[in-house]
């Protein structure tokens, strides 16, 4: 169970990983932010007659679009995958990041 946790919380574990931490942060917040409206949604679906299925269709839409989200992260690639051919850094490289 921990490195289930790990592996989405972690930010250098997780697929977010490769991007910028500015990036990366954003994008969790935005994932943190999502999560909450489905659990307060689906706890508020008590009230609901269809409480089931809505606690079950925010659930997956939410893996879904969790699942989503990594899988193109891992895909991204960024100016630094692709060098200047004369060697120069770029940008925030100069500081080492």
């Given amino acids: 169970m921990i490195s289930l946790y790990r592996s989405i919380m972690d930010s250098n574990r997780n697929p977010l990983r490769d991007l910028p931490r500015q990036q990366s942060f954003q994008i969790m917040v935005v994932l943190s932010l999502m999560w909450t409206s489905i659990f307060c949604m689906m706890a508020g679906a008590w009230l609901w007659y269809g409480e089931l299925i809505a606690l079950h269709l925010l659930f997956a839409l939410g893996l879904a ?18 060098p200047k051919s004369d060697g120069t850094a770029r940008y925030d490289d100069v500081w080492g990041g």
């Fill in 65 to 82: 679009f969790t699942g989503a989200t990594f899988h193109t992260a891992q895909k991204l690639s960024t100016y630094r995958d692709f």
